[in-house]
């Protein structure tokens, strides 16, 4: 890996970049999700009348040896100049 296999995780969980080849990983703002549902239930709570809704968190990708990111390009044959 990552010439043969290229792979790529989720959560960005602390031993992706403790592996031989470091992980690609989508990162999780966990903080900000326990934040927002924390606050959309006191908010619930205060007025059980509020319609649904959706929230969105955006995630962030990590990337890291294991998608092929850092892979040398193979050398290619060049011609001597004349």
């Known amino acids: 890996m990552p010439r043969d296999v290229r792979m790529a995780g989720f959560d960005d969980v602390?031993?992706?970049?403790?592996?031989s080849v470091p992980l690609t990983t989508v990162h999780q703002p966990c903080r900000e999700?326990?934040?927002?549902?924390?606050?959309?239930?006191?908010?619930?709570?205060?007025?059980?009348t509020l319609p649904p809704?959706?929230?969105l968190l955006s995630p962030r990708?990590?990337?890291?040896?294991?998608?092929?990111?850092?892979?040398?390009?193979p050398k290619t044959a060049t011609a001597e100049p004349p």
């Open 33 to 48: 999700i326990a934040v927002t549902a924390f606050r959309a239930m006191l908010e619930r709570i205060a007025d059980p």
């Open 53 to 55: 809704r959706l929230l």
């Open 14 to 19: 602390r031993f992706a970049t403790l592996v």
């Open 61 to 73: 990708l990590v990337i890291r040896e294991s998608c092929g990111a850092y892979v040398a390009a």
